[in-house]
């Protein structure tokens, strides 16, 4: 079955230290999203990609970086310029303007 | 700008109740409509759309009617179950939006045994 997949589902980090997220789909979707959550809040977009090679800067994207060298994939990159990592981070990736979005199970990502 | 605005939460209600979580939206264009469903540490689920007016949406026995008079798309389910707390984000998408969601902040439902 098709899907998109995050890895780790949970990732602690040292201050100071990058620390890249994974997120891989095999629906072959064109556009792909990473969003961060914060307990009991909504959704913000850090980044976003529409095609190979190309990707735009979301709300948040400060401390943030991302590649888009193959279709299925879509890393993103939490730097230490980021002060306050600790979130709940989804991917998320769609084909068509009609559709929605199909999302990962989400990385919860810890400071320590 | 386009945005939509959920119902604040929690939302609290005994098993068996009605449900309602209102939607409602601003858009210049002519947008598709979207629920989602988010358990406890899980990622978002697409519970139901709806892509032109009028359009009723229905999955596991919610359903939302896109109503363009309004602008609403306001969730309802006739008998809630325990397994049905969750947070609902209700999103609406513009054909020239970049593919993008626009989101609502999400509705937190309890349900009570």
């Known amino acids: 079955d098709g899907g998109i997949t995050q890895s780790p589902k949970y990732l602690f980090r040292k201050e100071g230290q990058n620390v890249t997220l994974s997120c891989e789909q095999n629906?072959?979707?064109?556009?792909m999203y990473w969003y961060r959550q914060d307990p009991g809040q909504g959704l913000r977009l850090i980044y976003y990609?529409?095609?190979?090679?190309?990707?735009q800067k979301g709300d948040i994207a400060e401390g943030y970086s991302v590649s888009r060298e193959k279709k299925e994939s879509f890393p993103l990159t939490v730097t230490s310029a980021q002060k306050n990592p600790t979130a709940f981070y989804l991917c998320?990736?769609?084909?068509?303007?009609?559709?929605?979005?199909?999302f990962g199970s989400g990385t919860r990502l810890t400071v320590v | 700008g386009d945005s939509v605005t959920q119902m604040e939460g929690p939302v609290t209600l005994s098993e068996e109740a009605f449900l309602t979580i209102n939607c409602t939206y601003t858009?210049?264009?002519?947008?598709?409509l979207f629920w989602y469903v988010q358990y406890p540490g899980e990622g978002l689920q697409l519970l139901l759309k709806?892509?032109?007016a009028d359009d009723k949406g229905s999955n596991k026995g919610f359903e939302a009617t896109y109503r363009k008079e309004t602008t609403s798309f306001h969730l309802e389910k006739g008998s809630v179950q325990v397994s049905d707390s969750a947070v609902y984000f209700c999103?609406?998408?513009?054909?020239?939006?970049?593919?993008?969601?626009?989101w609502g902040a999400g509705t937190k439902l309890i349900i009570k045994p």
């Open positions: 709806a892509t032109k």
């Open positions: 629906l072959n979707h064109d556009a």
């Open positions: 990609s529409q095609i190979v090679n190309d990707f």
């Open positions: 998320a990736s769609s084909k068509t303007v009609i559709y929605g979005y199909t």
């Open positions: 999103a609406l998408r513009l054909v020239d939006s970049n593919y993008q969601l626009i």
């Open positions: 858009a210049t264009g002519y947008p598709s």
